[in-house]
């Protein structure tokens, strides 16, 4: 008998593996359960709803991203580094990430709750992290920290999201946006 | 046949505008979701048959066009503010403050995001945030060549474009961006002096870190 921890992660890989086959809207309870091989009663004692079981398959699917993107970056030894190592390691994952690609293009308003919800939270995940980073650096003159490792969250969100002019898997343009239009006015010359 | 109370304005361009105005008055006060050519046709005081005869993609045409005009006037305001700034900060702050202060006290979007925030959602984020970011730096870039090369040019306004989406999405209480004082610090601080270092020669940097693998 799989222990409770162990149980709900195989619902949610189960909801997982279903909603990449068929779509989040066409994905029931009945799916997720017979696929986990679990009852449907089991299935609500850990989730009371579908609402419930979606919202905890986004946030278990966006904590996977997160620590594999903080795993990615870990050989970083400069703030340069991790923003470079960090959009390159984003920009792939999401460019192969077949289930949010497939709801990107059949249902993108689905994103939008969750977004909206950890939006912030994430903007502000990633300048906690960042932080130690801009610590060790040597800033220019009047920089504050705490601002420079939020506008650096906001623009690396906004890169990995969007890539808009810069070819992101070529390396050399990582490191022109990086340390030039990114840094170029917060480390010291 | 347009009726009598249409005949003193017939113009197809004339009818056009109407029934843009009418929509974007409708969606104003109730939204996309529910919006039929009846409420746009009462709105405009026209008949179905005018709005069909003007619009024949119906009401998703409607809303295209209306999105599209509204967009035009949002980029006219832009450009008459950004084109009297004296010099690169200068029209950085503009940038930023006029268009917060546009977006922010524009009604319709105002609903949108209260009301059906995933209208607007999917033009913020990774949807279609490219076609949004490279109509607003296209919009933008011409401006800033006056004082950087024309690929900088590009990618400085896109910089711009991208730090008002943040803020617009994701604010922070502790920085208003309407504020123009609040901005032109900032500004300075990241982005001017970003965009006048010395780039580097791309030559330069041709090797890479060894990328760990990723199972996909």
């Not at chain 1, 060790?136 to 420079?148: F, I, M, Q, S």
Request: aromatic share 8%; net charge negative; charged share 20%.
């Amino acid at each position: 008998m799989a222990s409770e921890p162990e149980q709900r992660e195989i619902i949610l890989q189960a909801t997982y593996a279903c909603i990449a086959r068929w779509g989040v809207k066409r994905t029931s309870l009945e799916d997720a359960a017979s696929e986990a091989g679990v009852s449907r009663a089991t299935l609500y004692r850990y989730f009371g709803s579908r609402e419930q079981l979606m919202n905890a398959v986004v946030a278990w699917e966006y904590r996977r991203f997160f620590e594999q993107l903080i795993d990615d970056v870990s050989d970083a030894s400069s703030l340069a580094e991790v923003m470079e190592l960090g959009l390159q390691s984003a920009r792939k994952a999401i460019a192969e990430h077949e289930v949010l690609q497939m709801v990107l293009q059949t249902e993108p308003a689905l994103l939008e709750p969750t977004f909206s919800a950890v939006g912030s939270t994430t903007r502000d995940r990633v300048a906690q992290f960042l932080l130690p980073y801009v610590l060790a650096a040597t800033l220019a003159p009047g920089r504050d920290p705490e601002a420079v490792a939020d506008y650096l969250a906001r623009m690396f969100l906004s890169y990995m999201g969007a890539p808009g002019r810069w070819d992101l898997a070529e390396s050399d343009q990582v490191k022109s946006l990086v340390e030039y239009e990114l840094l170029g006015g917060i480390l010291a010359s | 046949m347009p009726t009598v109370t249409e005949a003193h304005e017939t113009t197809a361009a004339g009818n056009r505008m109407r029934i843009i105005d009418a929509a974007l008055a409708c969606v104003t006060r109730s939204g996309t979701r529910k919006l039929t050519i009846d409420d746009i046709a009462s709105q405009a005081g026209v008949s179905r048959a005018t709005i069909y005869r003007t619009f024949d993609g119906g009401r998703d045409a409607i809303l295209g066009a209306t999105v599209e005009t509204e967009v035009a006037r949002f980029f006219s305001t832009m450009a008459a503010a950004m084109g009297r700034a004296h010099d690169l900060s200068e029209l950085i702050v503009t940038m930023i403050t006029v268009s917060a202060t546009y977006l922010s006290n524009h009604q319709t979007l105002a609903f949108l995001r209260a009301h059906e925030p995933e209208t607007v959602f999917t033009h913020l984020t990774f949807g279609r945030i490219d076609t949004t970011l490279d109509a607003a730096t296209s919009f933008a870039a011409p401006f800033f060549v006056q004082w950087l090369e024309p690929e900088e040019a590009s990618r400085a306004a896109e910089l711009v474009v991208r730090i008002v989406v943040s803020h617009l999405t994701d604010p922070d209480p502790a920085f208003d961006l309407q504020d123009a004082a609040a901005v032109t610090s900032f500004v300075d601080t990241f982005v001017v002096a970003a965009l006048v270092a010395p780039m580097a020669p791309r030559s330069r940097s041709t090797s890479t870190k060894q990328q760990k693998g990723r199972s996909s």
